[in-house]
């Protein structure tokens, strides 16, 4: 396939390319281009004129082409999920969910298209300044130019997110696919381009961060971007994002802990667990639960639940209905989860179930008495892989939640309202999921973290207002109806 620039598919300057390969297999399904510097400041430059486009279009042509593509991820969904299963390596049963939740974001993001409402202000009730025959209002409009940086793990729902939102906002916007998994957001890219965008609104820049990224990051034409993905990138974009002013909205990883007391309903805690984080997207999920705290009463009883149901899942080619688990991005990724897993094994740790690699496949893995320095504590691990640490007293369980870097989302297990509630407002993340997984993610909530997660908002409502600006305007003398001021008669 090619990529999209300035409402044109075409290669790279360069003339070289990029293979995308199936993770289970190793074949190769398609070559993108291996866009450059050039190639990308050239969709910056069509940006910069596609903006001035967009910010005519009225809001109501935003919508119908939102809606539009909505409707026909929906009826292409079969096509899309399986060319994502293949390229991305989720079951297709996830795949599907994840091309739905891109058709309701983005029909969601059509109809905010036209409800970005502003509000009048009298300003009678400013006293001793003359104002009150002044009349104030606020308008939104478009930031201009929005970067989208796509990560590989949920790259459909999350370019949705981004683009649709950027769009639905009047902006041109400029998106960087995942170098891993490029090809289902390229078909989404001609689907947006036949529903009528003006020329350049839209473009996809295929190729690595570094060349990419980078030069859409440091960019003093681009007005705002928008990624998912590491700290690290997020920090190096910040940066040089920071030369420009650029703004910069970053949902970027977690370590999300989850909180398991004696009075939880056990079972549904280890099936919550098993759909959040071994069984959905291969362990590769920025807010699945990514460490278990259990309180010490029932540590042991939780451990051999939370084993046995993990020895029922299937591990496969994502194609095939009956898989729960399929291969990880690459086989790199694979042999880091490997390398922390061995890293808890050194310090003490007991792999229960799972722990072997084969190739990019990684086997769901419980593993109990893991050290408090392990690496699967201290970073994100991305995987398939479930520590259980007990505790004793709600306090410590807080204490040890808290006690990292990342604030993304949090979960806890409770039949105590009082003690749910506690926690909730105790624990430092961007959010707190109360008797289920914290991978739980709907698009008209808000969603973002705190510390090293990231900051902003992404929801249908908030990132619609994180891509729009906020204009006064303020119409001087324009009412008669105080009289002059000063006037006693």
Same mark, same amino acid.
């Given at each position: 396939?090619?990529?999209?620039?300035?409402?044109?598919?075409?290669?790279?300057?360069?003339? +070289?390319?990029?293979?995308?390969?199936?993770? !289970?297999? &190793?074949?190769?399904?398609?070559?993108?281009?291996?866009?450059?510097?050039?190639?990308?400041?050239?969709?910056?430059?069509?940006?910069?004129?596609?903006? *001035?486009?967009?910010?005519?279009?009225?809001?109501?042509?935003?919508?119908?082409?939102?809606?539009?593509?909505? &409707?026909?991820? +929906?009826?292409?969904?079969?096509?899309?999920?399986?060319?994502? !299963?293949?390229?991305?390596? *989720?079951?297709?049963?996830?795949?599907?969910?994840?091309? %739905?939740?891109?058709?309701?974001?983005?029909? %969601?993001?059509?109809?905010?298209?036209?409800?970005?409402?502003?509000?009048?202000?009298?300003?009678?009730?400013?006293?001793?300044?003359?104002?009150?025959?002044?009349?104030?209002?606020?308008?939104?409009?478009?930031?201009?130019?929005?970067?989208?940086?796509?990560?590989?793990?949920?790259?459909?729902?999350?370019?949705?997110?981004?683009?649709?939102? !950027?769009?639905?906002?009047?902006?041109?916007?400029?998106?960087?696919?995942?170098?891993?998994?490029?090809?289902?957001?390229?078909?989404?890219?001609?689907?947006?381009?036949?529903?009528?965008?003006?020329?350049?609104?839209?473009?996809?820049?295929?190729?690595?961060?570094?060349?990419?990224?980078?030069?859409?990051?440091?960019?003093?034409?681009?007005?705002?971007?928008?990624?998912?993905?590491?700290?690290?990138?997020?920090?190096?974009?910040?940066?040089?994002?920071?030369?420009? @002013?650029?703004?910069?909205?970053?949902? @970027?990883?977690?370590?999300?802990?989850?909180?398991?007391?004696?009075?939880?309903?056990?079972?549904?805690?280890?099936?919550?667990?098993?759909?959040?984080? @071994?069984?959905?997207?291969?362990?590769?999920?920025?807010?699945?639960?990514?460490?278990?705290?259990?309180?010490?009463?029932?540590?042991?009883?939780?451990?051999?639940?939370?084993?046995?149901? =993990?020895?029922? /899942?299937?591990?496969?080619?994502?194609?095939?209905?009956?898989?729960?688990?399929?291969? /990880?991005?690459?086989?790199?990724?694979?042999? +880091?989860?490997?390398?922390?897993?061995?890293?808890?094994?050194?310090?003490?740790? =007991?792999?229960?179930?799972?722990?072997?690699?084969?190739?990019?496949?990684?086997?769901?893995?419980?593993?109990?008495?893991?050290?408090?320095?392990?690496?699967?504590?201290?970073?994100?691990?991305?995987?398939?892989?479930?520590?259980?640490?007990?505790?004793?007293?709600?306090?410590?369980?807080?204490?040890?939640?808290?006690?990292?870097?990342?604030? @993304?989302?949090?979960?806890?297990?409770?039949?105590?309202?009082?003690?749910?509630?506690?926690?909730?407002?105790?624990?430092?993340?961007?959010?707190? #999921?109360?008797?289920?997984?914290?991978?739980?993610?709907?698009?008209?909530?808000?969603?973002?973290?705190? *510390?090293?997660?990231?900051?902003?908002? +992404?929801? #249908?409502?908030?990132? /619609?207002?994180?891509? =729009?600006?906020?204009? =006064?305007?303020?119409?001087?003398?324009? /009412?008669?109806?105080?009289?002059?001021?000063?006037?006693?008669?």
């Amino acid at each position: 396939m090619k990529m999209l620039i300035d409402s044109q598919w075409v290669s790279s300057s360069s003339g +070289e390319q990029r293979q995308v390969l199936e993770p !289970a297999t &190793g074949i190769v399904i398609d070559k993108v281009p291996e866009a450059t510097v050039e190639d990308t400041k050239r969709a910056i430059q069509a940006a910069g004129e596609a903006k *001035k486009r967009m910010r005519t279009l009225p809001s109501h042509k935003r919508a119908e082409i939102l809606i539009s593509v909505a &409707g026909r991820m +929906e009826a292409e969904c079969s096509e899309l999920a399986e060319l994502l !299963a293949r390229e991305n390596g *989720k079951p297709i049963r996830q795949t599907r969910e994840e091309v %739905g939740a891109a058709a309701r974001i983005f029909r %969601g993001f059509g109809e905010e298209a036209k409800r970005l409402f502003g509000r009048t202000s009298p300003l009678d009730n400013v006293a001793g300044a003359g104002l009150e025959n002044d009349f104030a209002m606020t308008i939104r409009e478009p930031v201009g130019v929005v970067a989208a940086i796509v990560p590989f793990n949920y790259p459909v729902e999350l370019y949705s997110h981004k683009a649709a939102a !950027a769009l639905a906002g009047g902006n041109a916007a400029v998106v960087k696919p995942p170098a891993a998994c490029p090809l289902t957001l390229l078909r989404i890219g001609e689907m947006l381009e036949e529903a009528g965008l003006p020329r350049g609104a839209h473009q996809m820049v295929t190729g690595s961060g570094r060349t990419v990224g980078q030069t859409l990051s440091e960019s003093a034409h681009v007005d705002l971007t928008t990624v998912t993905g590491s700290v690290k990138a997020g920090i190096d974009i910040s940066r040089r994002g920071a030369e420009n @002013l650029q703004q910069v909205h970053l949902e @970027l990883g977690g370590n999300d802990p989850c909180i398991i007391c004696e009075d939880a309903d056990l079972d549904q805690a280890a099936e919550s667990i098993i759909a959040g984080r @071994l069984a959905r997207g291969n362990g590769q999920i920025c807010c699945a639960v990514k460490r278990v705290y259990v309180q010490s009463s029932v540590a042991e009883r939780f451990t051999e639940i939370l084993t046995e149901k =993990t020895k029922r /899942l299937k591990v496969g080619n994502p194609v095939s209905e009956d898989t729960d688990v399929g291969p /990880l991005i690459d086989e790199e990724a694979a042999k +880091e989860v490997e390398q922390v897993v061995a890293d808890a094994v050194k310090r003490g740790a =007991t792999v229960t179930v799972g722990g072997a690699r084969d190739g990019a496949f990684f086997q769901p893995t419980v593993l109990a008495g893991v050290a408090s320095d392990s690496e699967m504590l201290r970073e994100e691990a991305f995987g398939p892989i479930i520590p259980v640490v007990p505790f004793e007293t709600v306090d410590e369980a807080v204490r040890m939640a808290n006690d990292s870097q990342y604030g @993304l989302q949090s979960a806890i297990f409770t039949n105590d309202i009082n003690t749910a509630m506690d926690v909730a407002y105790r624990l430092e993340a961007g959010g707190v #999921i109360v008797n289920w997984s914290s991978a739980m993610r709907l698009e008209n909530l808000p969603f973002g973290g705190r *510390k090293l997660s990231g900051h902003g908002r +992404e929801s #249908i409502h908030e990132t /619609l207002l994180e891509m =729009t600006e906020l204009k =006064t305007i303020i119409l001087h003398g324009a /009412l008669s109806i105080y009289g002059n001021s000063t006037d006693k008669s």
